[in-house]
C-alpha cells in the first residue's frame, strides 16, 4: 500500500468535517463529491448556493448531501466577526474590520477552524500561498510548543531503498524564507513528528543539509546549520538527528559512512531539512521532476490542521490533501 493509501485508509477510520472555502471552484466541488462518497471526509463547502450550483453543475459532480454555507448571508458569521474581533483587535482590527472579513469565504472557513465548527481546512486551488498562510497563521497561530509553522513535503520516490520504503520527508520547502538557526531546529522537530503520525514513521532520522558534512567546508552558512543541529538535539534529545551533512551523505549507505563515519543517521536519513526556502522548494521539485516523486504537501506546526494546496492542482491532488488533513486532525 502506497502512504496516501495508508492515509486514506486512516481517513476513513474516523471521520473528520474539513472545510472548502473555495466551495464555488470546479475541482473543489467534483473533489468535495470524491470525498463525500468515498468516506474519506465530511466536506463543507462555502460559497453562494447558486455558485456552488453551477459548479457542480460544470463539473458534472454530484453534491447530494454535502453541507454549504455561504459566508455573505450566515447568521453565524456574527458570531465569528466577535471571536476574530477577540483575537486581533491588539493588532489594530476593529469590530467592523472583524465583520467584513468573516465573509471572506477564507476568514469565515478559518474561523469555522478556530471555534471547533471543522476539524481543519483546505484552500489554496484559487487563493496564493500567502493569501491561505496569512489568516491561518493571524487566527489559529502555531501550536504552544512550536515556535513556527512550516510544511512538510513528503516524497514518495520510485527508489524505495531510500528513506522509508521509498518515502523521504522534505521541510521546510513551502513557508519560511529564511529561517534562523533556532526556527531550523523547530523545523526539524515538526518535520520528525509530521514523519511519525502522517507517515507512520517508527523511527525518523533527520538529516541538517548544507554542502558541507561535518566540516567539510568552513563558511557562516555552515556555522548556522551546526548550531541548528545542536539546538535540536536541546529541545529534542531522544530525536535521532545529525548533520551538517551533503545530501548525498544523509541519503547514500556508503557516502554516508565515508563522509560522516558513526553518524546515527548519515547514509539513511529519512527525515531532509533544508537550510532556507530557496533550497527546499527547488530540491522538492527536483525530485519530483527528475526523480519521478509523487509529491504531497501539508503544513505543520499549526494549531490546527490547514493546507494549502498549488493552484494547478487537480482533483485528485484536492482529495489526497484532504484525506491528509483529516489524518492530521485525528491526532
Ligand atoms: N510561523 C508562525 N507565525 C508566522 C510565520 C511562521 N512561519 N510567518 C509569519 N507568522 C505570523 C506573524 O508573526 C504575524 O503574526 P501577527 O500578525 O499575529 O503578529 C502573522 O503571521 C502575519 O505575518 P506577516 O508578517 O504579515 O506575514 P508575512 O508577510 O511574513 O507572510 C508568509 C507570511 C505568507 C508565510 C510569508 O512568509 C510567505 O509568503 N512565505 C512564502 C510562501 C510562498 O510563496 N511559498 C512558495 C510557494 S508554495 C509551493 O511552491 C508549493
Known sequence: MS?????????????????LPEGDEERTVKAASILKAEGLAEPVLLGSPEKIKAAADKAGADITGIATEDPETSPIAAEYADALYEIRKNKGVTPEDAAKLVRDPMYYGIMMVKTGDADGLVSGAVHTTGDMLRPALQIIKTKPEMKVVSSSFLMDCPNKSLGEDGLLVYADCVVMPAPTAEELAYIAIAAADTAKRLCGFTEPRVAFLSFSSKGSAKHDSVNKIQQAVALAHELAPDLLLDGELQYDAAIVPEIGASKAPGSPVAGRANVLIFPDLQAGNIGYKITQRVGGADCFAVLQGLNMPCNDLSRGCSVEDIVNTVAMTAVQAQI
Do not use: F, R
Not at 502512504?3 to 481517513?11: L, P, R
Open 3 to 19: 502512504m496516501i493509501e495508508k492515509v486514506k485508509a486512516k481517513a476513513k477510520s474516523d471521520i473528520k468535517k474539513i472545510v
